[in-house]
């Protein structure tokens, strides 16, 4: 988080001398304008700064909602990135140059490093948009023919920090808790997408069978295959743990933490089969009767 006392020193340096040894700033104040031109963010109070690396001015345009720049040469670049450093998720920008016909390359610069470029001839603003709708950033770059032009719905988000939580694990196939399946088949269920799973990722408890597959690498949602071991022959309670080493993560690579979901079913395995019933007599005796007439059969 910014001081503001210090943020209030740097603009007013800007808007007293505009033109330092490395450029111009314009800073925004994401508490100004959250919802309009020139940005959309998740960051409560943060900063973008716009830096040239020539002597280009900013403004923002309160009118048109867009942050414009004027002064630039060709092979200037244009920064944007947080006050203070650090990483975010960039989504897109909307970016226009003053010239007819114009060059502009969007560079993304960190983790997920991109670059994307187009050819326009005309001013209307252009939509730039990371490879997969998000990437994770130190800074964008943009590079264009320039003469002067704006930028419009610059949009980020804060990087997610938060780890992926294990839901539940479910019965599958069969469905039925009792069962003397030698094959079966749970449900794990995460908060959010998660990666990089593997049958490693999971131990099955009671019975010495073992996870021998699982139906995605990625999801949410996976289902996980035992089979093996000594569960053909088992009796008892089977289910399913995380094992020790698992190495599961979200997208942003945040690591599930060890632990059993809140729900977690299990199977109990029935697999001695039923006996015969031994008749207590050899000799049985069947009596029928009719009026005075009695008929007794022996077997």
């Given at each position: 988080?910014?001081?503001?006392?210090?943020?209030?020193?740097?603009v007013?340096?800007?808007?007293?001398?505009?033109?330092?040894a490395?450029?111009v700033?314009?800073i925004?104040?994401f508490?100004?304008?959250?919802?309009?031109?020139?940005?959309?963010?998740t960051?409560?109070?943060?900063?973008?700064?716009y830096?040239?690396?020539?002597?280009?001015?900013?403004?923002?345009?309160?009118?048109g909602?867009?942050?414009?720049?004027w002064?630039l040469?060709?092979?200037?670049?244009?920064t944007i990135?947080?006050?203070?450093?650090g990483?975010?998720?960039?989504?897109?920008?909307?970016f226009?140059n003053?010239?007819?016909?114009?060059?502009a390359?969007?560079?993304?610069?960190?983790?997920?490093?991109?670059?994307?470029?187009?050819?326009?001839?005309s001013?209307?603003?252009?939509?730039?948009?990371?490879p997969?709708?998000?990437?994770?950033?130190?800074?964008?770059?943009?590079?264009?023919?320039?003469?002067?032009?704006?930028?419009?719905?610059?949009?980020?988000?804060?990087?997610?920090?938060?780890?992926?939580?294990f839901?539940?694990?479910?019965?599958?196939?069969?469905?039925?808790?009792?069962?003397?399946?030698?094959?079966?088949?749970?449900?794990a269920?995460?908060?959010?997408?998660?990666?990089?799973?593997?049958?490693?990722?999971?131990e099955?408890?009671?019975?010495?069978?073992?996870?021998?597959?699982?139906?995605?690498?990625t999801g949410?949602?996976?289902?996980l295959?035992?089979?093996?071991?000594?569960?053909?022959?088992?009796?008892?309670?089977?289910?399913?743990?995380?094992?020790?080493?698992?190495?599961?993560?979200?997208?942003?690579d945040?690591?599930?933490?060890?632990?059993?979901?809140?729900?977690?079913?299990?199977?109990?395995?029935?697999n001695?089969?039923?006996?015969?019933?031994?008749?207590s007599?050899?000799?049985?005796t069947?009596?029928?009767?009719?009026?005075?007439?009695?008929?007794?059969?022996?077997?």
């Open positions: 988080m910014k001081r503001l006392g210090g943020l209030l020193g740097l007013c340096l800007v808007l007293a001398f505009g033109v330092s490395t450029g700033d314009y925004d104040n508490d100004t304008d959250p919802t309009g031109g020139g940005f959309v963010t960051f409560a109070t943060d900063y973008l700064v830096t040239s690396d020539d002597s280009g001015s900013f403004w923002y345009d309160s009118a909602g867009e942050i414009d720049h002064g040469s060709d092979g200037d670049v244009l990135e947080l006050d203070g450093g990483e975010f998720v960039f989504k897109s920008l909307r226009k003053s010239a007819t016909d114009y060059d390359t969007i560079s993304g610069i960190g983790t997920d490093a991109f670059s994307l470029t187009a050819t326009k001839n001013s209307e603003l252009v939509l730039f948009e990371a997969g709708g998000s990437a994770t950033v130190d800074r964008i770059e943009i590079t264009s023919t320039f003469v002067s032009g704006r930028l419009d719905d610059v949009t980020i988000e804060e990087p997610d920090a938060d780890p992926p939580s839901d539940s694990i479910t019965r599958l196939t069969p469905p039925d808790e009792d069962t003397n399946a030698d094959t079966l088949v749970f449900q269920t995460f908060s959010e997408e998660v990666q990089y799973v593997t049958i490693d990722d999971f099955v408890t009671g019975s010495s069978a073992t996870v021998t597959s699982v139906s995605s690498d949410t949602t996976i289902d295959t035992a089979s093996g071991g000594d569960l053909a022959g088992y009796e008892g309670i089977v289910g399913i743990d995380l094992a020790a080493g698992q190495d599961i993560a979200d997208l942003a945040n690591a599930l933490p060890a632990g059993e979901p809140t729900t977690d079913e299990t199977y109990t395995l029935e001695t089969p039923p006996t015969d019933p031994t008749p007599s050899t000799s049985h069947l009596s029928v009767w009719s009026d005075d007439n009695t008929v007794d059969v022996e077997w």
